[in-house]
Protein backbone atom coordinates (compact mmCIF):
# COMPACT_ATOMS: atom_id res chain seq x y z
CA UNK A 1 0.00 0.00 0.00
CA UNK A 2 1.27 4.00 -0.28
CA UNK A 3 0.86 6.45 1.86
CA UNK A 4 1.43 9.97 0.74
CA UNK A 5 2.62 13.21 2.38
CA UNK A 6 2.51 16.80 2.11
CA UNK A 7 3.62 19.73 4.06
CA UNK A 8 1.58 23.07 4.97
CA UNK A 9 -1.28 24.24 2.86
CA UNK A 10 -3.68 27.02 3.26
CA UNK A 11 -6.24 29.22 1.54
CA UNK A 12 -4.29 32.61 1.97
CA UNK A 13 -3.46 35.64 -0.24
CA UNK A 14 -3.81 33.93 -3.95
CA UNK A 15 -4.96 30.76 -2.41
CA UNK A 16 -8.60 32.60 -1.31
CA UNK A 17 -10.59 32.84 -4.35
CA UNK A 18 -9.78 29.30 -5.52
CA UNK A 19 -12.26 28.35 -2.68
CA UNK A 20 -15.11 29.93 -5.16
CA UNK A 21 -14.69 26.37 -6.92
CA UNK A 22 -13.48 24.03 -3.78
CA UNK A 23 -13.71 20.93 -6.10
CA UNK A 24 -10.85 22.13 -8.02
CA UNK A 25 -9.28 24.90 -5.86
CA UNK A 26 -6.10 22.31 -5.85
CA UNK A 27 -6.53 20.50 -9.13
CA UNK A 28 -4.17 19.46 -10.39
CA UNK A 29 -1.07 20.20 -7.70
CA UNK A 30 -2.61 17.15 -5.78
CA UNK A 31 -2.69 14.24 -8.64
CA UNK A 32 0.04 12.52 -6.59
CA UNK A 33 -1.56 12.54 -3.24
CA UNK A 34 -4.92 11.74 -4.98
CA UNK A 35 -2.91 8.19 -6.40
CA UNK A 36 -1.83 7.18 -3.05
CA UNK A 37 -4.07 4.51 -0.72
CA UNK A 38 -3.87 7.29 2.12
CA UNK A 39 -2.87 11.25 1.63
CA UNK A 40 -2.21 13.39 4.75
CA UNK A 41 -1.54 16.90 5.12
CA UNK A 42 -1.12 20.11 7.60
CA UNK A 43 -4.45 22.73 7.37
CA UNK A 44 -1.69 25.37 8.72
CA UNK A 45 -4.81 27.79 9.44
CA UNK A 46 -7.76 28.30 11.67
CA UNK A 47 -11.04 26.92 10.27
CA UNK A 48 -14.79 29.31 10.37
CA UNK A 49 -15.64 32.55 10.31
CA UNK A 50 -15.62 34.96 13.50
CA UNK A 51 -13.43 35.77 16.34
CA UNK A 52 -10.13 38.04 16.32
CA UNK A 53 -7.25 37.36 15.47
CA UNK A 54 -4.68 36.36 17.98
CA UNK A 55 -2.81 39.13 19.94
CA UNK A 56 1.07 39.77 19.44
CA UNK A 57 0.79 37.51 16.09
CA UNK A 58 2.53 38.39 13.29
CA UNK A 59 0.55 35.56 11.00
CA UNK A 60 -2.65 34.96 11.68
CA UNK A 61 -4.84 32.88 8.98
CA UNK A 62 -8.24 31.84 8.85
CA UNK A 63 -10.22 29.94 6.15
CA UNK A 64 -13.83 29.42 5.67
CA UNK A 65 -15.60 25.59 5.70
CA UNK A 66 -15.26 25.48 2.00
CA UNK A 67 -11.20 24.35 2.58
CA UNK A 68 -12.58 21.33 4.05
CA UNK A 69 -14.41 20.70 0.44
CA UNK A 70 -11.06 21.23 -1.18
CA UNK A 71 -8.50 18.71 0.56
CA UNK A 72 -11.90 16.32 0.26
CA UNK A 73 -11.83 16.77 -3.45
CA UNK A 74 -8.05 17.02 -4.13
CA UNK A 75 -7.97 13.50 -2.53
CA UNK A 76 -7.05 14.42 0.65
CA UNK A 77 -8.01 11.73 3.31
CA UNK A 78 -6.30 13.30 6.53
CA UNK A 79 -5.97 16.69 7.57
CA UNK A 80 -4.16 17.57 11.45
CA UNK A 81 -4.84 20.87 12.70
CA UNK A 82 -2.85 20.15 15.64
CA UNK A 83 -0.26 23.51 14.41
CA UNK A 84 -0.07 27.20 15.62
CA UNK A 85 -2.43 28.61 13.33
CA UNK A 86 -5.35 26.45 14.53
CA UNK A 87 -6.66 28.86 16.71
CA UNK A 88 -5.53 32.00 15.21
CA UNK A 89 -9.31 33.66 15.70
CA UNK A 90 -9.41 32.12 19.32
CA UNK A 91 -12.00 29.86 20.36
CA UNK A 92 -15.27 31.23 19.40
CA UNK A 93 -15.35 29.84 15.24
CA UNK A 94 -14.48 26.21 17.12
CA UNK A 95 -18.45 25.23 17.48
CA UNK A 96 -19.10 26.41 13.39
CA UNK A 97 -15.51 24.25 12.39
CA UNK A 98 -16.51 21.09 14.38
CA UNK A 99 -19.76 21.34 12.16
CA UNK A 100 -17.46 21.73 9.29
CA UNK A 101 -15.67 18.82 10.33
CA UNK A 102 -18.38 16.43 10.70
CA UNK A 103 -19.68 17.28 7.47
CA UNK A 104 -16.54 16.68 5.70
CA UNK A 105 -16.34 13.33 7.87
CA UNK A 106 -19.69 12.22 6.34
CA UNK A 107 -19.34 13.17 2.80
CA UNK A 108 -17.95 10.96 0.34
CA UNK A 109 -15.19 11.11 -0.24
CA UNK A 110 -14.94 11.55 3.39
CA UNK A 111 -12.20 13.68 5.04
CA UNK A 112 -10.98 12.93 8.75
CA UNK A 113 -9.42 15.89 10.82
CA UNK A 114 -7.36 14.74 13.40
CA UNK A 115 -5.32 16.99 16.52
CA UNK A 116 -8.04 19.27 17.48
CA UNK A 117 -11.06 18.26 19.49
CA UNK A 118 -14.03 19.39 21.73
CA UNK A 119 -11.83 18.07 24.29
CA UNK A 120 -8.31 16.07 24.59
CA UNK A 121 -9.84 12.62 24.07
CA UNK A 122 -11.19 13.85 20.76
CA UNK A 123 -7.96 16.28 19.96
CA UNK A 124 -5.95 13.28 20.21
CA UNK A 125 -8.27 10.70 18.33
CA UNK A 126 -6.49 8.56 15.20
CA UNK A 127 -8.32 9.09 11.68
CA UNK A 128 -8.89 5.28 10.88
CA UNK A 129 -8.55 4.53 7.25
CA UNK A 130 -8.81 0.85 6.11
CA UNK A 131 -7.13 -0.45 2.59
CA UNK A 132 -7.74 -3.65 1.20
CA UNK A 133 -8.21 -4.86 5.21
CA UNK A 134 -5.04 -2.92 6.18
CA UNK A 135 -6.01 -0.10 8.99
CA UNK A 136 -3.99 2.74 8.85
CA UNK A 137 -4.29 5.02 11.89
CA UNK A 138 -2.75 8.93 12.09
CA UNK A 139 -2.90 11.09 14.70
CA UNK A 140 -1.47 14.80 14.69
CA UNK A 141 0.23 16.89 17.66
CA UNK A 142 2.06 20.23 18.13
CA UNK A 143 5.16 20.76 20.13
CA UNK A 144 5.44 24.06 18.23
CA UNK A 145 6.59 27.58 20.13
CA UNK A 146 4.86 28.90 22.86
CA UNK A 147 6.33 32.19 23.32
CA UNK A 148 2.41 34.13 23.40
CA UNK A 149 3.98 37.11 21.31
CA UNK A 150 4.89 34.72 18.80
CA UNK A 151 3.01 31.29 18.69
CA UNK A 152 0.74 30.44 21.77
CA UNK A 153 0.32 26.92 20.96
CA UNK A 154 0.43 26.05 24.83
CA UNK A 155 -2.32 28.25 25.64
CA UNK A 156 -4.41 26.27 22.70
CA UNK A 157 -3.87 22.68 24.70
CA UNK A 158 -7.24 21.07 24.51
CA UNK A 159 -7.40 19.76 27.89
CA UNK A 160 -10.78 17.16 29.78
CA UNK A 161 -13.47 20.04 29.27
CA UNK A 162 -12.50 22.76 26.49
CA UNK A 163 -11.34 22.16 23.28
CA UNK A 164 -7.90 22.79 21.63
CA UNK A 165 -5.29 20.81 19.98
CA UNK A 166 -3.21 18.09 20.65
CA UNK A 167 -0.62 19.67 22.56
CA UNK A 168 2.48 17.73 22.87
CA UNK A 169 4.96 19.43 25.27
CA UNK A 170 4.51 16.92 27.28
CA UNK A 171 4.21 13.96 25.01
CA UNK A 172 3.24 11.06 27.49
CA UNK A 173 -0.23 11.59 26.39
CA UNK A 174 1.10 11.47 22.84
CA UNK A 175 3.19 8.47 23.29
CA UNK A 176 0.09 6.68 24.76
CA UNK A 177 -2.25 7.81 21.95
CA UNK A 178 0.43 6.09 19.91
CA UNK A 179 0.79 2.52 22.01
CA UNK A 180 -3.41 2.50 21.87
CA UNK A 181 -3.79 3.10 18.15
CA UNK A 182 -0.58 0.06 17.79
CA UNK A 183 -2.88 -2.35 19.49
CA UNK A 184 -5.66 -1.59 16.79
CA UNK A 185 -4.31 -0.75 14.14
CA UNK A 186 -1.38 -2.44 11.16
CA UNK A 187 0.20 1.05 10.60
CA UNK A 188 0.40 3.77 12.73
CA UNK A 189 1.28 7.43 11.34
CA UNK A 190 2.34 10.65 13.65
CA UNK A 191 1.91 14.25 12.35
CA UNK A 192 3.86 16.20 14.00
CA UNK A 193 4.48 20.58 13.89
CA UNK A 194 7.42 20.59 15.35
CA UNK A 195 10.83 22.40 15.49
CA UNK A 196 12.43 25.63 14.05
CA UNK A 197 11.26 27.41 12.01
CA UNK A 198 13.79 27.94 8.78
CA UNK A 199 16.55 25.12 10.06
CA UNK A 200 16.96 22.23 7.56
CA UNK A 201 18.34 19.69 10.33
CA UNK A 202 15.99 18.33 12.75
CA UNK A 203 17.15 19.80 16.20
CA UNK A 204 17.83 17.43 18.85
CA UNK A 205 14.73 17.80 20.78
CA UNK A 206 12.80 16.47 17.27
CA UNK A 207 14.99 13.48 17.65
CA UNK A 208 14.77 12.53 20.70
CA UNK A 209 10.37 12.49 20.03
CA UNK A 210 10.96 10.87 16.91
CA UNK A 211 12.71 8.05 18.51
CA UNK A 212 10.22 7.88 21.47
CA UNK A 213 7.33 7.92 18.91
CA UNK A 214 8.68 4.92 16.85
CA UNK A 215 9.49 3.05 20.05
CA UNK A 216 5.82 3.47 21.48
CA UNK A 217 4.60 2.06 17.82
CA UNK A 218 4.81 4.79 15.39
CA UNK A 219 5.41 3.36 11.63
CA UNK A 220 5.76 6.55 9.89
CA UNK A 221 6.74 9.79 11.83
CA UNK A 222 6.69 13.31 9.76
CA UNK A 223 5.95 16.88 10.05
CA UNK A 224 5.86 20.67 9.46
CA UNK A 225 6.59 23.86 11.12
CA UNK A 226 10.13 24.79 9.68
CA UNK A 227 8.29 25.72 6.39
CA UNK A 228 11.11 23.83 4.47
CA UNK A 229 12.26 20.36 4.10
CA UNK A 230 13.92 18.98 6.68
CA UNK A 231 15.40 14.82 6.17
CA UNK A 232 13.29 11.90 5.70
CA UNK A 233 14.68 8.43 6.58
CA UNK A 234 14.98 5.18 8.18
CA UNK A 235 15.18 5.69 12.35
CA UNK A 236 14.82 2.15 13.24
CA UNK A 237 11.95 -0.03 13.34
CA UNK A 238 10.13 3.48 11.38
CA UNK A 239 10.25 6.07 8.76
CA UNK A 240 10.83 9.83 9.74
CA UNK A 241 10.43 12.96 7.68
CA UNK A 242 10.86 15.52 9.80
CA UNK A 243 9.81 18.49 8.24
CA UNK A 244 7.71 18.56 4.76
CA UNK A 245 7.60 22.28 3.70
CA UNK A 246 4.65 24.06 2.33
CA UNK A 247 2.81 23.00 0.02
CA UNK A 248 -0.14 25.15 -0.95
CA UNK A 249 1.05 28.65 0.33
CA UNK A 250 0.34 31.75 -0.50
CA UNK A 251 4.50 32.84 -1.02
CA UNK A 252 6.25 31.14 -4.23
CA UNK A 253 9.50 29.30 -3.57
CA UNK A 254 12.63 31.21 -3.45
CA UNK A 255 16.23 30.55 -2.64
CA UNK A 256 15.72 30.96 1.08
CA UNK A 257 12.19 28.55 0.71
CA UNK A 258 13.15 26.06 -1.90
CA UNK A 259 11.81 23.16 -3.33
CA UNK A 260 8.81 21.31 -1.28
CA UNK A 261 6.59 18.14 -3.00
CA UNK A 262 4.98 14.87 -2.15
CA UNK A 263 6.41 11.94 -0.14
CA UNK A 264 5.17 8.50 -1.25
CA UNK A 265 5.86 5.81 1.21
CA UNK A 266 5.36 2.53 -0.02
CA UNK A 267 4.15 0.19 3.21
CA UNK A 268 4.31 -3.60 3.46
CA UNK A 269 2.01 -4.45 6.14
CA UNK A 270 2.50 -6.44 9.47
CA UNK A 271 3.50 -10.29 8.19
CA UNK A 272 2.61 -11.29 11.67
CA UNK A 273 -0.30 -10.20 14.80
CA UNK A 274 2.24 -8.89 16.77
CA UNK A 275 4.81 -7.35 14.03
CA UNK A 276 5.44 -4.01 12.43
CA UNK A 277 4.63 -2.48 9.16
CA UNK A 278 8.05 -1.28 7.29
CA UNK A 279 8.23 1.49 4.48
CA UNK A 280 10.09 -0.74 1.84
CA UNK A 281 10.44 2.09 -0.69
CA UNK A 282 9.94 6.02 -0.72
CA UNK A 283 9.67 8.60 -3.37
CA UNK A 284 9.83 12.02 -3.55
CA UNK A 285 7.85 13.94 -6.10
CA UNK A 286 9.72 17.38 -5.81
CA UNK A 287 8.05 20.47 -6.68
CA UNK A 288 8.53 24.23 -6.56
CA UNK A 289 5.40 26.60 -5.38
CA UNK A 290 4.75 29.03 -8.32
CA UNK A 291 2.83 32.88 -8.30
CA UNK A 292 -0.61 31.07 -7.91
CA UNK A 293 0.21 29.17 -4.43
CA UNK A 294 0.52 25.70 -6.11
CA UNK A 295 2.90 23.18 -6.45
CA UNK A 296 4.20 22.52 -9.33
CA UNK A 297 7.06 19.33 -10.22
CA UNK A 298 10.46 20.32 -11.02
CA UNK A 299 12.02 18.76 -13.84
CA UNK A 300 15.25 18.43 -15.58
CA UNK A 301 18.38 20.38 -13.53
CA UNK A 302 16.16 21.30 -10.76
CA UNK A 303 14.78 17.91 -10.16
CA UNK A 304 18.34 16.46 -10.31
CA UNK A 305 19.20 18.96 -7.35
CA UNK A 306 16.01 18.42 -5.47
CA UNK A 307 17.45 14.90 -5.40
CA UNK A 308 20.81 15.90 -4.76
CA UNK A 309 19.29 18.18 -1.89
CA UNK A 310 17.38 15.08 -0.40
CA UNK A 311 20.30 13.39 0.08
CA UNK A 312 22.16 15.85 1.98
CA UNK A 313 19.17 16.64 4.32
CA UNK A 314 19.03 12.78 5.26
CA UNK A 315 22.64 13.10 6.64
CA UNK A 316 21.81 16.42 8.55
CA UNK A 317 18.92 14.20 10.31
CA UNK A 318 20.87 11.14 10.90
CA UNK A 319 18.52 8.91 9.34
CA UNK A 320 19.01 5.67 6.59
CA UNK A 321 17.60 5.59 3.34
CA UNK A 322 15.34 2.94 2.83
CA UNK A 323 16.28 -0.65 1.23
CA UNK A 324 15.98 0.21 -2.08
CA UNK A 325 18.25 2.94 -1.77
Known sequence: MTIAVAGDVHFE?????????PATALAPATDTLAAADVAIV??????????????????????????LTALAAAGIDVATMANNHALDFG??????????????RASDPALTVVGIGRDADGAFRPAR???????????????????????????????????????ALDPSRLLR????????????VVYMHWGVQGEPCPSAAQRSLASDLVEAGGD?????????????????????????????????STESTPATGVLTLTVQPPRSPDGRARVVDSSWEGSRIGSDGLPAPVTGAEATEFDADVRTLRGCARLGPTASR
Open 13 to 21: GVLRDRLAR
Open 91 to 104: RSPLPGAFRAIARA
Open 42 to 67: NLETSLGTGGRPEPGKRFTFQAPPAA
Open 129 to 167: NEVDGTVVATLGATVADTDPTADPTGQWAATEDSPGTAD
Open 177 to 188: AVVRARRSADVV
Open 220 to 252: IVVGSHAHLLQGDGRLGAGYVAYGLGNYAWYTP
